[in-house]
């Protein structure tokens, strides 16, 4: 499985931004995608998740501004992040959980993509 990731980059705190992320390859059946983020000197934590049901889970310090949906192909997710504050800096990487056979499953990283938010 690869994914690719667009978007992020510079934006003024009270901003905005959309990042997408798309799954290609060898996918028996999703589970889930998603949104995770890393800061410097901390450890990588959830922004936002979307299963295969459609249910969703965000971060704490994001609900309320940040959206994750999925795209017609079901194997896109976009996350729209609004009202971006200092603190939302950070690496973004996007994550997909997927059955590869009937039995197998396992989780693949993208290899992440740079937000920041300053003035």
């Known amino acids: 499985v690869q994914l690719v990731e667009s978007g992020g980059g510079l934006v003024q705190p009270g901003g905005s931004l959309r990042l997408s992320c798309t799954a290609s390859?060898?996918?028996?059946?999703?589970?889930?995608m998603g949104w995770f983020r890393q800061a410097p000197g901390k450890q990588r934590e959830l922004v936002a998740t979307?299963?295969?049901?459609?249910?969703?889970q965000y971060g704490d310090s994001v609900k309320g501004r940040f959206t994750i949906s999925k795209g017609d192909t079901k194997t896109t997710v976009y996350l729209q992040m609004n009202s971006l504050r200092p603190e939302d800096t950070a690496v973004y990487y996007c994550?997909?959980?997927?059955?590869?056979?009937?039995?197998?499953?396992?989780?693949?990283w993208g290899q992440g993509t740079q937000v920041t938010v300053s003035s």
């Open positions: 994550n997909a959980r997927a059955y590869y056979t009937e039995n197998r499953w396992g989780d693949t």
């Open positions: 390859g060898n996918i028996f059946r999703l589970i889930a």
């Open positions: 979307v299963n295969a049901g459609g249910a969703y």
